[in-house]
C-alpha cells in the first residue's frame, strides 16, 4: 500500500515539476533567448543545473517549513500525496487563466488547508508567510522605481547589449596548444556583456530552484515510507528540466508579450532584483513566488523610470507643471544624440511618442492569481481533508 501510494507521489512531484520548468525556465531565460544570446536547448541545459544547485542548496530551509513548519505535526505521505494534487490543480487554473503559475504560494495554502481541518496550523508561521506575501511585492516596486528613476539611464547610455555575427569564441588552432580567442566580429564590450547575461539568467535560474525544487519535492519527503530528501530534490529537479527542455521552448519565445515589452538591459536588472528577493526568503525559509518579485519590479522600473521628468517634491505635492510622465518611456533605445533628460526635466521628443511599458489588465491578472490561487487551494484541501480526515 506504502509502495503504491509513493509511486502515485512520484508520479503527481513529477507532474509539478514538469509544469514549474515549463514556467520558470521562460521566466529566466527568455529575455537572453530572445535577444539571440544563446540557443533554447543550451538555456534549458543551464536552467536544470542551477535549478538543482539551488535545491540542494538553499531550498532545504524551504522544505523544511513545507514539511513540518506550517502545520504543527509531521506532514504524512498520504497528506503529502492529496498536496501534490492540490498543488497540481493549482496549476491547472493558472493555466487555464494564462498567467504562471505561483506555485510556492499554492503549496502553501493546500498544507494550510490540511492544518485548519486537522486543527493543526501553525498560525505564527502562516502569518509570517503571508506578512512577507504582502511585502515582498511592495519591496520589488521600490527598488524597481530607484533603478529605473536613478540607474537605468546611465548604465543604458554606456552599456549595449548586442549579438555580432557568427561565433562567440573560436578556437586557435595555430600553435602547439589550441586556446580561445574572440570571433570574428566579437568586440571585448558585447563578449563582458553576454558572460553578464548567462550569469544572471543562472542567477535567477538558482533562485526558481531554491524557491521552487520544495514544491515538488517536500511533500514525498514526510512520513512512513517517504523518499529520502536527496532522492526528492533529485526527482524534482529532472521534472523540472523535462519542462525546460519541453513546454518551456513556446515559454521562452512569449516571455514578457503580454505582461510588458521591456529592454533586454532592464530585463537584467529585474531579474537580479527578483532573484536576491527570492534567494534572501528562500534561505530565511519562507516559501515565495519568483513571478511576485518579477511582476512588481517590472512595474516600478517602468513607473521610475517615467517619473524623471518630475522631481521628488514635484511628485509629493503633485505639481508636475507641463512636464509629461511617459510609463514607457524605458522602452526607448537611447544614444548620443537623444539621451534621457536630467531629472526634472522634460523629455526629448522620441521619449514622448514611446508606447505603454507593460498591460495594466496583465498586471492585475497576476495579482489576482497570487490572492486567487492560494485561496482556492486552501479551500479545496480543507474541504478534502475534512471530509476524508483518515488521508491525514
Not at 81 to 93: H, N
Request: contains cysteine.
Amino acid at each position: 500500500m506504502v509502495e503504491t501510494l509513493l509511486a502515485v507521489g512520484v508520479v503527481a512531484s513529477a507532474f509539478v515539476g514538469f509544469n514549474i520548468g515549463g514556467s520558470s525556465t521562460g521566466i529566466a531565460w527568455g529575455p537572453p533567448v530572445g535577444a539571440g544570446i544563446l540557443k533554447k536547448t543550451t538555456a534549458a541545459g543551464l536552467m536544470t543545473a542551477f535549478v538543482f544547485l539551488g535545491g540542494w542548496t538553499v531550498g532545504r530551509n524551504v522544505m523544511d517549513t513545507l514539511s513540518g513548519g506550517i502545520i504543527t505535526t509531521e506532514l504524512s505521505l498520504s497528506a503529502g500525496v492529496a498536496v501534490l494534487f492540490f498543488i497540481g490543480l493549482g496549476i491547472l487554473i493558472a493555466n487555464i487563466f494564462g498567467v504562471p503559475v505561483p506555485t510556492s504560494m499554492t503549496t502553501v495554502g493546500a498544507i494550510a488547508g490540511l492544518g485548519l481541518a486537522t486543527d493543526t496550523l501553525d498560525y505564527a508561521t502562516v502569518s509570517r508567510i503571508i506578512s512577507w506575501w504582502i511585502v515582498t511585492p511592495i519591496i520589488g516596486f521600490w527598488v524597481g522605481v530607484v533603478i529605473g528613476r536613478y540607474v537605468y539611464p546611465a548604465v543604458n547610455r554606456r552599456v549595449h547589449i548586442e549579438k555580432s555575427p557568427g561565433p562567440l569564441l573560436r578556437l586557435d588552432r595555430e600553435g602547439g596548444v589550441p586556446k580561445p580567442e574572440l570571433g570574428p566580429n566579437t568586440t571585448v564590450t558585447e563578449l563582458i556583456s553576454t558572460v553578464v547575461v548567462l550569469l544572471i539568467g543562472c542567477y535567477m535560474s538558482f533562485s526558481a530552484g531554491a524557491s521552487n525544487v520544495p514544491n515538488a519535492a517536500a511533500p514525498l519527503v514526510s512520513g512512513v515510507g517517504g523518499l529520502p530528501e536527496n532522492t526528492a530534490i533529485g526527482i524534482a529537479t529532472l521534472a523540472i528540466g523535462l519542462g525546460g527542455f519541453t513546454i518551456a521552448r513556446r515559454t521562452m519565445e512569449s516571455v514578457g508579450g503580454e505582461l510588458s515589452d521591456i529592454p533586454l538591459l532592464a530585463a537584467l536588472f529585474v531579474m537580479t532584483t527578483a532573484s536576491t528577493i527570492t534567494t534572501v526568503l528562500s534561505y530565511l525559509g519562507i516559501p515565495i513566488s519568483l513571478v511576485m518579485g518579477t511582476v512588481m519590479t517590472i512595474v516600478g522600473i517602468g513607473w521610475g523610470r517615467a517619473t524623471r521628468p518630475v522631481t521628488v517634491q514635484e511628485a509629493v505635492t503633485r505639481n508636475t507643471g507641463d512636464n509629461e510622465i511617459v510609463p514607457g518611456a524605458i522602452t526607448v533605445s537611447e544614444d548620443e544624440e537623444e539621451r534621457s533628460a536630467p531629472i526634472g526635466e522634460a523629455e526629448p521628443e522620441a521619449v514622448l511618442e514611446a508606447g505603454d511599458l507593460f498591460n495594466p489588465r496583465a498586471v492585475l491578472k497576476y495579482i489576482s492569481m497570487w490572492i486567487i490561487g492560494p485561496s482556492v487551494s486552501t479551500l479545496l484541501a480543507y474541504g478534502f481533508f475534512v471530509l476524508v480526515p483518515g488521508v491525514a
